[in-house]
């Protein structure tokens, strides 16, 4: 059974730097991306990155790109979010989340984690 914690994130002045963490527990050789998405009060929840678990280049919302940096770690545990040059319009909770292989949709989620950017 996957599981998903995510950690960081908190209250920073925009155009600030921060990284958020997402541990993985329970991982499989059916992995086939993780993802980072957020939600706005009031809002759904968007995409903002993910990248394979078997290679292939990660993938970025407009709205993000060039700012934020998905990575992961070689043991393929651990993965972050490196958020530079913090908007106030990135204020959300953010999810980590998984798809197995096959799947349509993200199959799992994290409990998310509060980013607040004040301007």
């Known amino acids: 059974q996957v599981q998903l914690e995510e950690t960081g994130g908190g209250m920073v002045q925009a155009g600030d730097s921060t990284r958020l963490s997402c541990e993985a527990s329970?991982?499989?050789?059916?992995?086939?991306?993780m993802g980072w998405f957020r939600q706005a009060s009031g809002k759904e929840r968007e995409f903002v990155a993910a990248?394979?678990?078997?290679?292939?280049?990660?993938a970025y919302a407009d709205s993000v790109k060039g700012r934020f940096t998905i990575s992961k770690h070689h043991s393929r545990t651990m993965m972050w979010l490196q958020m530079y040059n913090l908007r106030p319009e990135d204020t959300g909770v953010y999810y980590c989340a998984y798809k197995s292989l096959g799947a349509d949709s993200w199959n799992v989620w994290g409990q998310g984690t509060q980013v607040t950017v004040s301007s």
């Open positions: 990248i394979r678990w078997n290679g292939g280049g990660p």
């Open positions: 329970g991982l499989t050789f059916r992995t086939s991306a």
